[in-house]
């Protein structure tokens, strides 16, 4: 096997050892490995620490797999890991009896003011316009490749008018959150490859409704960026009864969407709704195509 994996080195293949345990038999690979995975849930926290030790004397990086909370990404993080895996990005940290810093509440109100159902063409423009950083920001991301215009647009409310309401609240709401530095660039990507799968989900669902779905999908990460309960932050939040509706309860269509997501990009296969999606010719074989293509188009524009 050792001699496999050298050729295989030699012709330029990166090697990644998964599931690695300390035992003797793995020692022969340690200078060859360019990742090591090591499974959180196998180890002790004194284990962990012993393996990374030991390990660290190689070149490899190692990637932490099966986070599930912020104290293990902490943990592994402070005990040397480079690379993490597992659903901790996807779950709050809450801590009880803590105010929301003024950076974070400024952000959580201008969500609030850009997702108000009566809010017009009029104010959405004044709205934008009176935070330079995030005019400026989704001019650029209008402008962008991925629209793809022949003409600049070159104004907060010809945006609006070009693309509409609901898609320019929703792209600024992300654009909004992206301020919060604590967060890393892996949570947007999460946000966007959710919305965008809710979005896709919409045209067998109800099509008129795509960017109500991309909304919902978007909106339903709010409780890990502000780091406080979904229930609770909306009550700071006028939202449609629709969305409301969806991110609490996953009632209606647009709650079946969101539910489907969540539970697909975190492997739940089980919980997953398979006999609705399939009243909605919705079968599993499209839903993972359908996943493929958001998670794409997530990477694509989570850095805009």
Not at 28 to 41: C, F, M, Y
Not at 198 to 217: I, M, N, V
Not at 232 to 249: K, M, N, Q, V
Not at 272 to 298: G, M, P, R, T
């Amino acid at each position: 096997m050792v001699i496999a994996i050298k050729n295989l080195k030699r012709q330029g293949y990166r090697i990644a050892l998964d599931d690695f345990v300390m035992e003797e038999r793995y020692k022969p690979l340690l200078p060859l490995a360019d990742i090591i995975k090591l499974e959180l849930p196998a180890m002790s926290a004194a284990e962990l620490k012993g393996t990374i030790t030991h390990l660290k004397t190689f070149s490899a990086s190692l990637l932490a797999e099966k986070i599930e909370t912020m104290a293990e990404y902490k943990l592994c993080k402070d005990l040397g890991c480079d690379l993490f895996q597992g659903y901790f990005l996807s779950k709050p940290e809450i801590v009880k009896g803590r105010k929301l810093p003024q950076n974070k509440l400024a952000v959580l109100q201008l969500i609030g003011e850009l997702q108000n159902p009566a809010v017009n063409v009029t104010q959405l423009n004044e709205i934008i316009s009176k935070d330079p950083t995030l005019s400026f920001k989704l001019l650029k991301l209008v402008n962008s490749a991925a629209y793809r215009r022949a003409r600049t647009i070159e104004s907060i409310h010809m945006a609006v008018m070009m693309l509409g309401i609901s898609k320019i609240k929703s792209w600024s709401s992300l654009l909004a959150l992206s301020k919060m530095e604590d967060k890393p660039i892996a949570l947007r990507q999460i946000s966007l490859a959710r919305a965008k799968l809710c979005e896709l989900l919409s045209a067998k669902l109800s099509p008129e409704q795509s960017d109500l779905y991309f909304t919902t999908g978007l909106l339903s990460s709010l409780d890990v960026y502000f780091d406080t309960p979904l229930k609770e932050l909306l009550l700071s939040i006028p939202l449609e009864g629709t969305i409301s509706d969806a991110l609490i309860h996953y009632r209606g269509k647009a709650g079946l969407a969101l539910h489907t997501a969540k539970h697909y990009e975190q492997s739940k296969w089980q919980a997953i709704h398979w006999n609705l999606l399939e009243k909605f010719n919705i079968s599993k074989l499209e839903l993972n195509q359908l996943y493929i293509e958001s998670a794409v188009w997530a990477g694509e524009h989570a850095e805009e």
